[in-house]
């Protein structure tokens, strides 16, 4: 396996002593507060970013794991970002301050810029970081951040503080700075616009630029343009921009700026398939182009996609990338006029997610398979303790994803996950929030709605749990109904589940309809392998458990449009 710290080690112990040199003479004992916390929002609790801005747009604020209170900070670190967020305050010259913050993940650093910073290395729990700085004889303000380090995993802070007499008063900064000016749109899609203005201009020096959309401040960048994302189809939207200094004084209002979103594809993407899993390596695989002609299906789920070694692509984690069963299996379909989108994951194995070092290994990886067939689409299905219980392992998986991606024009990405009857569970809803914090622009979230623990309304329960999804897409993404039913996948399980849930024929023929009638994006089941009868025969690999007809379920979901 790669190192862990991968391309970064060298840069990374370099920094590591240079600060421990640093931080060395400056945290001994600090010297009795001269004033209160002097930060804005140090503990999150406003439920928004704000006044703190964060690199890359990786920052948000989150519900757990927290300090104290009810928010915390949550930086999303990538392999080309640390995920900084800064905020800059009013201070006096020749003056003592402490800075200090709980923290918690791995390689995380408290600092001022131009001055001393602290880090710690890998706290499972919240870790209190201090460290003392004096200003500069003419220093009138300082920015303060908090961030992770490259390729090192989601890291969390919470209660930040800044020791210290505030600046302003006794001929403090109370001149606010002027107005931007020339706010325009660069550009839009269905569900983002972009904007640019001219910079501000104030006596000590602009720190920041705040977006509204009507009244409701929406964004705080410190550069001089921004895009504003989660908007819905087809609707107008009016921004202004102001501008703010250290001191916290803030300008009027730009010029505003009304730009109409574009049409959404029907709602959404425009992406819909009908494609139920097809296993090589188990269960008696059935002949793909005999389900084709039998039943009218053109797309199969390819399972499962898992790490032979080193990061390393191979079907089942043994199976060879190219050349064996599964290549044959996909070149049969082909030539029959349709076609697969791989899994990557399941439920057990050895798997890339996992395993391969860091975003940039994980891509690479996914990258040999879309260069071996030339994809369309990537299903990620992710499950179990060591990917979807665990956060950064979700991170990673979604920036892997948001880089083959923009690398693959065209390229659909699809993520696969459990629910509970009546939406997504806490790891649901992190693997959502991550992707609308990191940008990942997923277009499916697929949902499987079985092995609830029991129940006898498979109808029902699959009806809830896609509600549940669809409210949680609109809250996180601010999309109307349309479009977040157009972000939606279900893919069940037929006949009998693990847990001896059983989906009948006609049960699944009412999901299929529902899923037509709210034009939601993705149908599969597991598995075609198991789309034949054998009642009374229990959950096994090569039949359904129930009685029913050979390739029933594949011929209900290929009338899935969508």
């Not at 550009?187 to 006596?203: E, H, I, P």
């Not at 029902?460 to 669809?470: P, R």
Request: net charge negative; proline share 4%; with cysteine.
């Amino acid at each position: 396996m790669r190192n862990p710290l991968g391309r970064h080690r060298r840069r990374l112990l370099a920094l590591l002593g240079s600060v421990a040199l640093a931080v060395g003479g400056a945290i001994a004992l600090p010297g009795t507060a001269q004033g209160a916390n002097i930060l804005t929002n140090p503990g999150f609790e406003s439920g928004g970013l704000s006044p703190w801005t964060c690199t890359g747009n990786l920052g948000s604020v989150v519900s757990s794991p927290v300090h104290s209170g009810s928010k915390a900070l949550q930086g999303a670190v990538t392999d080309s970002d640390n995920a900084q967020c800064s905020q800059t305050v009013a201070v006096q010259p020749n003056t003592t301050y402490t800075l200090s913050g709980w923290v918690r993940g791995s390689y995380v650093y408290l600092g001022v810029n131009g001055g001393a910073s602290t880090w710690t290395t890998s706290p499972t729990a919240y870790s209190r970081l201090s460290v003392s700085f004096t200003t500069g004889a003419s220093q009138t303000s300082a920015t303060i951040y908090v961030h992770g380090w490259y390729a090192q995993g989601t890291y969390w802070a919470d209660d930040i503080g800044l020791d210290g007499p505030g600046g302003g008063g006794g001929g403090g900064d109370t001149q606010a700075p002027t107005a931007p000016t020339g706010l325009t749109s660069t550009g839009k899609t269905s569900s983002s616009v972009s904007l640019s203005w001219n910079a501000a201009t104030d006596n000590v020096g602009v720190t920041g630029y705040d977006v509204y959309s009507g009244a409701n401040q929406v964004l705080t960048v410190s550069g001089t343009s921004a895009t504003v994302s989660g908007l819905s189809p087809s609707t107008s939207y009016t921004f202004t921009v102001k501008a703010h200094d250290a001191a916290g004084n803030v300008s009027g209002a730009s010029n505003s700026v009304s730009v109409t979103t574009n049409a959404g594809s029907g709602g959404g993407t425009g992406f819909k398939q009908a494609a139920p899993y097809l296993y090589e390596g188990w269960g008696d695989p059935p002949s793909p182009t005999t389900v084709m002609s039998a039943t009218g299906i053109k797309w199969f789920t390819m399972a499962f996609v898992l790490d032979s070694g080193g990061c390393t692509p191979a079907w089942d984690g043994s199976r060879p990338l190219t050349g064996g069963a599964d290549q044959s299996a996909i070149n049969a379909v082909r030539s029959a006029g349709g076609d697969i989108v791989p899994s990557f994951g399941g439920w057990q194995g050895s798997k890339l997610g996992a395993n391969c070092s860091s975003a940039a290994a994980l891509a690479g990886a996914i990258q040999k398979v879309i260069d071996a067939y030339g994809l369309k689409a990537v299903d990620m299905d992710i499950e179990n303790t060591d990917e979807f219980e665990n956060e950064a392992v979700q991170a990673k998986i979604l920036t892997a994803l948001k880089t083959v991606k923009a690398s693959n024009p065209g390229l659909k990405t699809i993520v696969t996950f459990g629910t509970s009857t009546t939406g997504p569970t806490y790891y649901g809803n992190r693997l959502i929030e991550q992707a609308q914090s990191l940008g990942a622009n997923i277009d499916v979230f697929t949902v499987m709605p079985f092995d609830f623990g029991g129940g006898s309304d498979m109808y029902g329960n699959t009806v809830n749990a896609a509600e549940g999804l669809k409210n949680k897409l609109k809250s996180t993404f601010g999309w109307d109904d349309a479009t977040a039913y157009a972000h939606i996948g279900i893919s069940g399980m037929n006949g009998l589940s693990d847990q001896q849930e059983t989906t009948t024929p006609a049960i699944w023929t009412q999901i299929r309809d529902w899923a037509n009638s709210h034009h939601i994006a993705r149908l599969a089941f597991w598995s075609v392998n198991r789309d034949r009868p054998c009642p009374g025969g229990g959950v096994v690999s090569n039949c359904s458990g129930i009685s029913q007809n050979n390739w029933q379920f594949t011929s209900i979901t290929a009338g899935f449009t969508g």
